[in-house]
């Protein structure tokens, strides 16, 4: 079946830094990925829809200079936190969609935990 | 825009019984997809069931079954004979047909507990 690779699990950093979390499709193409955030014991939040060889859409409210999206191969998203701060602390979730079509399935990685110290 | 409801925080069921997961969403879209997705606690989102709104027929999977009103806008899930296996927190989902508009929003959740 098709898996999602999201690199790495858990991440500490310390504040003022940036951190780039990686989404790979491993046995297929994804043109479209999804990037969400979960805040503990809460619902997924879409923070935006990352497009191969385009820039990405954001969700109202969510910072794009500050969440930083590449989608530069059919294989790989990244999403990158730029001068990460403690209320960045979260666990981001990507997910890729399967195919083209409307009945295409999505699947999610297993999702990074960033702790920002 | 849309919105998906889970007015159920917390479930407990004993292990073997029967329970209901409640959804209800809001739509203004005549042809929608709705999902019923699985986080146990390694947090990994694990697809249990999907339910195509022009369908009629309510979907299955084993010991997963759905509730369909689409008059009502309500999406329940059955689990029957549930195991230990199946305590996790159950989001109910909701995907737009309509041209690019793939994105999935998201209910609360339900922590979902079996008891032994």
């Known amino acids: 079946g098709a898996v999602v690779s999201q690199h790495p699990s858990w991440v500490i950093c310390k504040s003022g830094t940036s951190v780039k979390i990686e989404c790979r499709s491993l046995d297929f193409q994804a043109t479209t990925m999804f990037w969400y955030r979960q805040f503990p014991k809460q619902s997924l939040m879409l923070m935006a829809t990352?497009?191969?060889?385009?820039?990405?859409?954001?969700e109202q409210g969510v910072e794009k200079d500050k969440f930083l999206i590449n989608h530069a191969s059919l294989t790989l998203s990244t999403l990158t936190v730029t001068s990460a701060h403690p209320e960045d602390s979260s666990f981001y979730i990507c997910?890729?969609?399967?195919?083209?079509?409307?009945?295409?399935?999505?699947?999610f990685g297993n999702g990074t935990r960033l702790t920002v110290t | 825009a849309q919105t998906v409801t889970q007015s159920q925080p917390e479930m407990s069921v004993q292990e073997a019984e029967t329970v209901t997961l409640s959804c209800t969403y809001d739509?203004?879209?005549?042809?929608?997809?709705l999902f019923w997705y699985k986080q146990p606690p390694s947090r990994q989102m694990i697809l249990v069931i999907r339910?195509?709104?022009?369908?009629?027929q309510n979907a299955t999977e084993n010991r997963f079954s759905v509730n369909f009103q689409k008059a009502a806008k309500s999406f329940s899930l059955k689990i029957s004979d549930s195991q230990l296996g199946d305590a996790a927190m159950y989001f109910c989902a909701y995907r737009g047909s309509g041209g690019s508009n793939y994105k999935l929003t998201f209910g609360k959740g339900t922590l979902l507990t079996v008891n032994p």
């Open positions: 339910q195509e709104a022009y369908k009629q």
């Open positions: 990352s497009n191969e060889g385009s820039k990405a859409t954001y």
């Open positions: 997910s890729a969609r399967v195919g083209t079509g409307l009945n295409s399935p999505l699947h």
């Open positions: 739509t203004s879209e005549s042809d929608y997809y």
